[in-house]
């Protein structure tokens, strides 16, 4: 057993990659696992599946973040358990590795809120790996009916940003790709609808943004289902609960998360959505020498109430928990965690968004708030041939409205990806930066 590591962090993601960035640092020996080899930034996933840019702007090799970091140690690898008494961790090829301190910032799964079918038939959208599946499925299914006449049904479940921005971007994709590349006659064959059991899209935000958006989306195509819950997810499409059903050859799930399996076997207390509660130095209770971070946590603000699952939350508290974990290595103490807010926002389509800035909530619709996403976005993102590959698609899609191309990322039906031995199965198996952009016609490649 290897325990010349100061700190083991499970999970690159927003928080695990603030927490080894902070404690690289100051030196700090840092023991960083995660099952992908590079850092995914979750809230560009929707641009993957619907082709407004490619893998390599959003994900960037785990190695490449930390090659200045000589305290950091990067590993692939699943960890399958946690030992969380013994400050071990175990991983799926066998190895069993022990820090002083250990940090969870694993994220979350989706939550498919026991929903007949919906694991089996919808698709989520969390990882890379879930963005380009949804890409190339939507590529068959474009192709397919352009080859049999057929219908494009999609439904979106979730009405908040991931939900919204989803919707939007894939009816802008009818309206603005299928409708050149294709045929006129196959976008009138489209449609996109967004069902979600509260009544209105963007429920975290103002009814202005609200109703914003909504109209928005209206515009472009999308129909909303609002105020209805989704009751069973077929291959066919989804029922209702109103009884009635809406036929769909793809569904997306953007409905929900919640803790995964690594979390649920820790032995810690979980709470609300599986996530561990918590102390307000970002500890898990009842334990020593345990961080549990971002979404796979439930992490208060300075008045104790709980913050919502965003990269904000989880990038400040990987950088705070660092701080107490310094203090715990020099016998010094912890402070509890104070998030500043900087508010919220959602890409609606081109041209428009909302956002929601600071803890007044100064609100922007629109044209300004759709600049604001696409810098405050390209600021988050990591890496600058990321940034430059984002803005230039960003520049090449959305302002200068160049012609788009087609791009699909693999066969069409079934039987042509059995006769191409060469494929990977999966994205993780390319080398992150040559994976070609999923799916849909691109408007932004
Ligand atoms: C589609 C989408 C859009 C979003 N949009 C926004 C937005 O616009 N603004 C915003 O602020 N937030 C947004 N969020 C939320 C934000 O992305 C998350 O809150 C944030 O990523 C959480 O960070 P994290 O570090 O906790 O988890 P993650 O970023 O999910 O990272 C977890 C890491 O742990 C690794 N991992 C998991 N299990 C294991 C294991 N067993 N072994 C090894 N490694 C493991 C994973 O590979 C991953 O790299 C969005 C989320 C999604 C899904």
């Not at 997306?252 to 307000?280: E, M």
């Not at 334990?287 to 796979?296: K, N, Q």
Request: glycine share 12%; aromatic share 6%; proline share 5%.
């Amino acid at each position: 057993m290897d325990d010349s590591y100061q700190v083991i962090v499970v999970g690159g993601g927003f928080a695990g990659v603030a927490a080894a960035k902070e404690l690289g640092r100051k030196g700090v020996r840092v023991l960083l696992i995660d099952s992908n080899n590079y850092h995914q930034f979750q809230p560009l996933l929707y641009q993957v599946a619907t082709s407004q840019i490619g893998v390599s702007a959003i994900a960037r090799p785990l190695r490449s973040v930390f090659r200045r970091y000589k305290s950091v140690k990067v590993l692939t690898a699943k960890v399958s358990s946690v030992d969380t008494a013994r400050k071990t961790v175990t991983t799926t090829d066998g190895r069993t590795l022990r820090g002083q301190i250990l940090v969870l910032a694993v994220g979350a799964v989706p939550n498919f809120f026991n929903t007949p079918g919906a694991e089996e038939h919808a698709y989520p959208l969390y990882s890379v790996t879930d963005a380009t599946k949804l890409g190339t499925g939507l590529t068959r299914l474009l192709d397919q009916a352009d080859r049999n006449d057929g219908m494009v049904d999609v439904v979106v479940v979730g009405g908040g940003p991931t939900g919204v921005e989803t919707a939007g971007a894939m009816a802008e994709n009818v309206k603005y790709v299928v409708r050149k590349y294709f045929s006129p006659e196959l976008a009138s064959r489209c449609r996109v609808h967004l069902v979600d059991m509260v009544p209105s899209v963007l429920n975290a935000f103002s009814k202005k943004s609200q109703a914003y958006a909504a109209e928005h989306l209206g515009k472009v195509g999308v129909q909303l289902r609002m105020g209805v819950g989704v009751t069973e997810v077929r291959a066919d499409g989804v029922s209702l609960a109103d009884g009635t059903f809406i036929p769909a050859q793809i569904v997306v799930w953007a409905g929900g998360l919640k803790a995964g399996d690594l979390i649920s076997g820790s032995g810690l207390a979980q709470g609300r959505g599986g996530r561990i509660d918590v102390r307000p130095d970002l500890t898990a209770p009842d334990v020593d020498g345990v961080y549990v971070l971002g979404d796979a946590a439930n992490i208060t603000d300075d008045a104790g109430n709980k913050l919502p699952q965003l990269g904000s939350v989880a990038q400040q508290a990987g950088k705070w928990a660092a701080h107490n974990i310094i203090a715990d290595l020099n016998g010094g103490t912890r402070k509890p965690f104070h998030y500043v807010d900087k508010g919220y926002m959602a890409m609606v389509g081109r041209g428009a968004a909302v956002a929601e800035l600071g803890r007044k909530r100064y609100q922007l619709q629109g044209t300004l708030a759709f600049l604001s996403w696409l810098l405050v976005h390209l600021a988050l993102l990591s890496g600058i041939q990321q940034k430059v590959r984002a803005l230039f698609s960003w520049l090449n899609g959305y302002i200068l409205h160049s012609p788009a191309q087609v791009v699909v990322s693999g066969p069409v039906d079934r039987a042509m990806e059995d006769e191409d031995p060469a494929r990977p199965d999966t994205p993780e198996k390319l080398p992150v930066g040559e994976q070609p952009g999923a799916g849909l016609p691109s408007a932004g490649q």
